[in-house]
């Protein structure tokens, strides 16, 4: 009976020690018999990481608020260009697209010049600039207009 | 008259002798069977179940002092009618059963206590079965010399006990060698030495793993790290190792590895390996 439950006593130990010893590995090596050096050549270390897909956009205007302001024009003048800065962090090679809403430009002219990424290009701080101008017609009656631009930064 | 009474008397005498006689032998027959009948009686009920065949002895390999070996302990026979469920083996306490391994699929630790290692068998050895009980990861003692294991208990289950196994007359012995010695122990985070740091944005560094080498030496040494596969792809970080001579004896080293991944590497898995390499001086 004795002998019974000193088994049991063991079991119990064996347990715990089981559940500490499962949160890692422990590989030993000797150094060969008379050697003087010991490596885990047999066993090595295996470092593992998995990189997430990840694109930002930062878009910097001429002025506050995302807007680029070419102030007060007169009929048949132009105003511009003016630069609006565009950097991608993106770590695959990507493509930059824009749209344009016009619809409360009326007939005033938005030009837009936009560099076109390098082909493959990826990384921190890729920039690209969009220059922009305008031109207002005579048709085009007094007052205040807008227009938005999006971007859009897309993995290949 | 008297010759015939002679005769008579004779007789009866010859006769008297010979029903003594058989008397006499007869109880001799009934004392016999007594004491034959008292003697398996007295038999021990716990009579050693299990024994030792062959040239019982242990192996160890290698035999260097302070190297971590493989003792096998050879052979073990079962009774007729009786089952080995485990085996417990005490170590002189000059080795180091604490990382003590079971080699054979079929064993496996129960328990290390003191010097004692309890092993169990998932498949218990049945009546008349040979077997070894080989052992992995017991770090020999540092100092060379001869040796002695106690005589290993082996549990039966029919026996419903103990039974001790030991040569007859010999001692389960084994001799450690003169050398020098130079251990190194690797523990990492995960499994099968990996260390795995999960999925991590690009630019960003993860927590800290960490890797600790400890070596122990029986002359100072010096300690270096190499690495190969896709570390660069990572970004994998670490700490300078200390440069120059460490003392002779136990030194840890703790590895802190970190991963940041650069914006240049594409998504994907990646993956390296590290070697740490102790050189005596």
């Known amino acids: 009976m004795k002998r019974s439950l000193l088994i049991s006593a063991l079991a119990v130990v064996m347990i715990f020690s089981a559940v500490a010893l499962a949160s890692g590995d422990v590989a030993i090596f000797n150094g060969a018999s008379g050697s003087n050096t010991v490596d885990n050549s047999t066993n090595l270390v295996k470092p593992k990481v998995t ?16 807007e680029v302001l070419f102030g007060t024009v007169d009929p048949g003048g132009t105003a511009g260009p003016l630069n ?49 101008d305008i031109s207002v017609p005579w048709s085009v009656e007094p007052g205040a207009y807008d227009a938005t631009v999006q971007y859009t930064v897309t993995q290949n | 008259m008297q010759e015939e009474r002679s005769d008579i008397l004779t007789e009866r005498r010859v006769r008297t002798s010979i029903r003594a006689a058989l008397a006499i032998r007869a109880f001799q027959a009934s004392l016999a069977l007594v004491v034959l009948v008292t003697g398996v009686a007295i038999a021990p009920s716990t009579a050693i179940a299990v024994s030792s065949s062959g040239q019982f002895a242990v ?14 302990l050879a052979s073990f026979t079962t009774g007729n009618k009786e089952t080995t469920t485990r085996v417990a083996i005490t170590f002189p306490a000059q080795c180091d059963i604490s990382g003590a391994t079971a080699l054979n699929p079929n064993h496996y ?57 030991s040569p007859p007359g010999r001692r389960l012995e084994f001799t450690i060698l003169a050398s020098p010695y130079i251990v190194m122990t690797v523990e990492t985070p995960g499994d099968l030495q990996a260390v795995d740091f999960g999925t991590v944005d690009p630019g960003v560094t993860s ?45 840890v080293f703790d590895d802190v590895l ?16 590290i070697q740490y390499t102790a050189v005596q001086n």
Do not use: C, H
């Open chain 1, 51 to 66: 990189v997430n897909p990840k694109v930002t956009l930062t878009v910097t205007t001429p002025d506050a608020n995302q």
């Open chain 1, 84 to 132: 609006v800065t565009l950097e991608v962090d993106s770590n695959k090679a990507f493509t930059i697209t824009s749209a344009e809403d016009l619809t409360n430009f009326d007939a005033i002219v938005l030009n837009r010049t936009l560099t076109a990424p390098t082909a493959g290009a990826k990384g921190q701080g890729v920039s690209f600039t969009d220059t922009m």
């Open chain 2, 59 to 72: 192996s160890v390999t290698p035999a260097g002092a302070g190297m971590y070996a493989n003792y096998t």
């Open chain 2, 109 to 165: 630790v129960i328990s290390r206590t003191g010097s004692t290692v309890v092993l169990g068998f998932t498949t218990p050895y049945g009546p008349r079965t040979t077997f070894a009980v080989p052992l992995g990861n017991v770090r020999n003692p540092v100092t060379p010399g001869t040796y002695s294991i106690a005589s290993p208990i082996v549990f039966t289950l029919q026996g419903g006990g103990t039974s001790n196994v």
């Open chain 2, 207 to 251: 927590a800290g793993q960490l890797v600790r080498v400890t070596v122990d030496s029986s002359a100072d040494f010096t300690i270096s790290r190499g690495l190969t596969g896709q570390f660069v792809e990572m970004g994998l970080g670490y700490p300078l190792l200390p440069t120059g001579p460490q003392l002779a004896g136990v030194r």
């Open chain 2, 258 to 273: 970190t991963v940041t991944p650069p914006w240049v590497a594409d998504p994907g898995t990646y993956t390296a390996q």
